[in-house]
């Protein structure tokens, strides 16, 4: 049976004056099965084509400390404005840094893990 998700790509967005970004990484959240995770994957040729003085290592933490945040079980649940759908909200929310998350998308899945491999193949590799 497919179910909904909703993911964002992850950008790389190595001088945030210029807005100049690389796709790095999609961040995939799935309510019906509970599911919530980030796979991410860094290419420095990529980075330095836009800023040869860009900190690759300070992006791959970023992305780790990312990824480390979609495991970490929510104190509260859907019902009471909290669990993994609060920790995704907060994930893709707007900011200005040097990892940024792009619009949310939304599709249709039967296997959310698979769908986020299928993702960062399509989107970002």
Known sequence: MRVP????TLRAVPR??????????????????DYLDA??????DKL?????TVDVEGISDALAALQA?????ARTSAREGGGLGAVFR?????RSTVVQPGPVHSGLTEDPAAE??????????
């Open 90 to 94: 907060w994930l893709t929310a707007p």
């Open 5 to 8: 998700y909703e993911y964002a």
């Open 69 to 73: 945040g979609c495991r970490v079980k």
């Open 16 to 33: 945030v004056d210029r807005g100049e970004f690389v796709n790095v990484g999609v961040v995939l959240y799935c309510q019906r099965r």
């Open 48 to 52: 330095r084509a836009l800023d040869p």
């Open 116 to 125: 986020l491999d299928r993702l960062l193949e399509r989107l970002v590799r």
């Open 39 to 44: 796979a991410v994957l860094v290419t420095p």
